[in-house]
């Protein structure tokens, strides 16, 4: 650790005891609508007039367009426009881009004289419907000059190497090694170095609804209203008003729920500023959606694609002294997020271990594909992924238990600053561990792999522990430079409370997109736990980004503490409010008053109450009955910001605090290897997680088997696959294999609840740890089914390819 | 191109459209006859999103064009609530929390609805392997099992008590 | 399974040979013209009358409606099979089962007379796809399509069984053994519909077994086999394989060095090998070339012992 002067922390917050909503698995305010295939999604919107729009997309992974006709196509019949990528240029500025260097790689709606990967846009259609549309684009004659492509991220890096943006004079769009903690001593004191090379491929959230947009232009008053089902980032959705050269509060950007994201439709806004682009040009709303073939080559939020190479400084005992991680990510062609993926590695990096020192070099690598973006885990699932096939390579090389070398490292004082400087807030990781084991019958099943192995049979048991950290601050963004162009700290969050005449509250949300997640579940659970109401008689509404205050949305599980906080603030508005105007009608001292039960009451005193109905119809309609300070209406906002950020160090080597609320998890799946197929089933799976106060424990549970799932996929079944020429192979659902319900186990699923000491409740946010576990604890598994043959894999997801690959290699090193 | 006419029950109302042949199923449902509670997800028939019931059997209505089933009873996740009841699929998914983003839900309902009017006495795992034809993204299809066998279960008692209450 | 169709019409082998000059497709499907005659004699009609337009057969469309999505295939007219009622039928003649072209897959597969004269077809029907898919997709369609990877035609070669046609030029029937020409191509000229698979009754175990990633995809790796006991001594062993080269094969090597034998794991493995030895199916994404092999050989065993064990007691 740095000898950093650090600031304060937040108060540490003492939490309410019998809570009545909070904790409880009440039916989701969200379902009927859905039930009742009302859901209202993109799709499902029609208005007066719309057209349709349908995007060509380049059957090149690296090539200069050096020309478009679109003669034939805009002659077809329905057809009302077509706009090819530099007419597109003409029309809009680049798009909104967090990377490194938005002027060297630079990244529009449509591609303008170079397609960077198969799939890459290069112009779009507008039609009558969606099949004319598509009719036409068969009529666009492009000429394409190819040019070589590259497609491995160390490749690219390599001298000579053809590149991607020739702006950029390279492939590589950021190196830098971070220093944490004292790593020299650590590894020079070290009994035994474990290294280690591992490949991540790519996968992806492949929701089932991809990305649409439906936006109407009106040129009277030169405004563009965009209905879209992403609205992430209201602070930052400005930038589009830029993309699109119309003043910001020209723009108004309408939330619909979204049919699955996983982090894919976080700032999606490639479809918002196609079809509000289109909208303009033909005078007529214009709809976008994505078909499935787009999003899969074109979603702009494939996961992390990482090659590692890692040291471990380990003691003979079992203690991890530190990590030296040398990793390279392949980006794709653009890079919209920069290396944030790593500031999410790096918030937990060391794990729940106390090691002392981290080094951590990241190269980013530009290549011919389509460009990352979010994948649940935002890149810290990899992280996990990685150090747990370490701790478990060294568990083997020292001979020690893999459970007691967990325990040897577990960090146990809180809160805990880990090396990069970020802190875990709580933690009772023993307490975790031991309900895993109990959960998953761990002794059952070592006796069972025995037995098995005697038969010929391959049984292995994944038992990792690891982190979910939850609610991002700003400075992850770019505590990579130092000195960062747009050193932001803001990443709030805001309600809107209001009580009605009758005493109804509803609660506005702005950037809380509906995304699968369950934020009006949320929100009604902790204003009813703090109005004393029923949660489903909270009604929820969504305000667009027009006349929307600050706001960040769903992302890096921080949905639920930041809503808590900014219920926490509007409530305590309101009931002061109430509080005054209550005891104004009852003539009472303030300060002799209390919240019981849905009103204020004199203490002690019951008969002398107002209800929250009595005083909110006082306050709307009859103002002389208070006094000259006092307005009408009941109605407050709160702002909420990231209550506990704190700044980096000049030098970098303290990163501060920027992802502070950890939770943490233990999976235990037990699989079995069919060595002849090289396929991995599941024979049983366990999972405790640990995300603080839960506020409705059956929806975390269902996010923990989901993400599992998802999980499940990344370590077994999808990858994006390019090949040398940089086609991808894995353009449908056929060669992009989703699992199915026969490839997810039943899970069994444990809580422990160690709250946070900062957050309302002591909520912490949870619903990426699935799949922030699943392929770290099953690459485990699979290991130990075939530790005794000498055979390990070190690449995801695990085919049987890559199984078989390794099984033969370990047979041929034996008998050769 | 002529159109053709195609004439659709669906949920028990009848009606004729006029379609290019090449218009899917699921387009006219939704845009043609306005009902959009079944969904496009992938448009080559592998997620089931897209699944109705055709004269009781359940079909990718993505992989088929609407003048296949010209004179077919169609059934869509519109037509499973009676009124303000919700059909005990729908209730069931609600309770046991079987959706969370709600896309998949439609197609899953309308499989769920084959799944259990076949075979009233499914069992866990046959519900498990029954569903396995659709995708669901969210929920892990552990929470969607559980509450096809308990609509099962439910409706099996109902039926039950209905037989008993004539007898 | 099959039903389903790959996005290339190439075969599983090229499935990832899809080079630049594709453009990228889209998916919703081209324009076409549309009939549904009510006779096999205005079906064959309208085929040849409409021949230059590239005109196809709809049978359930399971396999050609996806590739007609993705604009990979592009036919100007689609006659529509299934109002002909005589396609729709299955019956038993003596001893041999007749199942009409256009007899939906579920149906099939649930049908008493199937599960009586050709258990092999009942059990691989299980693993075509799912379910929803099987309510449209036909046993004459998954037939007439012959994806290397999918089960019925694996099935109908094992079984050796006979496909009848109908063309302008009368009806005309083709053993399985000649059927399958290459992949997505059959015996079936221009202008000829399959009307029908007639499939002779056999003793014996069957088995149907197959590998896909997961489930109701294609499978990599299927295995269609019948044998026959006669005491302990096999008597007559049919064995064909999808998903391994082109077309459906037979496993003749493995069918020869079972016959006449009395089976243990040895002998089996054996048989396996000899069988294996020839294969070389093309690798993708999804495998290569020596795990196909691996899993062929593999589920080659399995069906086999499976058969066997249903076969009778075979030590």
Redesign the interface.
Known sequence: MTTMDRPDAPPVRTHKENRKWVGQSIRRVEDPKFLRGRGGYIGDMTVPGMLHAAVLRSPHAHARITGIDAAEALAAPGVHAVITGAQAAQLCDPLPDFGPDPAKHTWRCLAVDKVRYVGEGVAVVVADSRYLAEDALALIDVEYEPLPAVVDPERALADGAPLVHDDLGSNCAYERTFDFGDVERDFAEADVIVTDRLRWHRSGGQPLETVGALADFDHATGELTVHTNSLSFTSYLFMVAGTMKIPANKLDIRPVPAGGSFGSKLFATKPAVIAGMCSREVGHPVQYLEDRVDNISNCDHHGSDRVYDVRLAMMRDGTIRGIDIDTVEDYGAYIQFGVGHHGNALAQVVGPYAMTSVRYRVRAAMTNKNQQGAYRGFGSEVNNWMLEQMVDKAARELDLDPVAIRRQNFIREFPHFIPTGNVYDSGDYDGVLDKALELSDYKHWRAEQAKAREEGRCIGIGLITAQERSVFSATEFWFWFDEPGAPVTSMPESVTLKVDATGGITATLYSCAFWGNSPETMVAQLVAEEFDCDPHDVAIVYQGSKNGLPATGPGGSRTTVMLAGAVEGATAKIKAKALRAAAHLLEADPDDMEWVDGGFQVKGVPEQRKSLADIAVMLHLFKHSFPEDMESGLEDSKVFDHPYTTMPSADRKDLGVFYPFMGHACHVPVVEVDLETGSVSFLAYAAVHDCGTLVNPRSLAGHIVGGTAQGIGTALYEEFVYDDDGQLLTSSYLDYLIPSAMEVPELKIGHHETPSPYTLHGIKGGGEGGRMMAPAAINVAVNDALAHLGARVTELPITPDRLRAAIRAAKSRESG | ??R?EVTLTVNGRTSTVSV?????LVDVL??DLG???????????????C?VL?DG????S????A??V?GAEIR???G??KGAE?HPL?DE???K?G????????GM?M?AC?IIEGNPDVTHDQV??????????????????EAVCAAAARMKADSAETTGAQA | MSGLVTIDTAPVAARSDRGADDKEVAVKPPPFQYAAPTSVAEAVELLGAHADDDARALAGGQSLVPLMNFRLAQPAYLIDLRRIEELTRIRTEGDTLVIGAMVRQSHAEHAPEVALGAPLLAEALGYVAHPPIRNSGTVGGSIAHADPAAELPAVVLALDAELVLAGLGGTRTVAAADFFTGPFSTAIGSGEILTEVRIPRRAGGHAFVEFARTHGNFALVGVAAVVELDGGTVARASIALSGVAPVPVRATAAEEALTGTVPDDASIRAAVDAAVAGLSPAGDVHGGTETRTDIARSYLRRGIELALSRAGDRR
Not at chain 2, 20 to 24: D, M, S, T
Not at chain 2, 128 to 145: D, H, K, P
């Open positions: 191109m002529p053709h290019e042949p090449r218009k899917l939704r845009e009902l959009t509670g079944t969904h496009v997800g992938c448009e080559h028939g592998v997620c089931g999103t699944t055709r059997e359940s079909i990718r993505c992989t088929t064009f003048v296949q010209d869509t996740v519109e499973l609530a919700l729908q998914f609600w309770d929390q959706l969370q983003c709600g896309y998949c839900t439609p309902l499989r084959e498990r392997e029954g569903i396995a034809s659709n995708l669901c993204r969210c929920t892990g299809y552990q929470f969607i099992t």
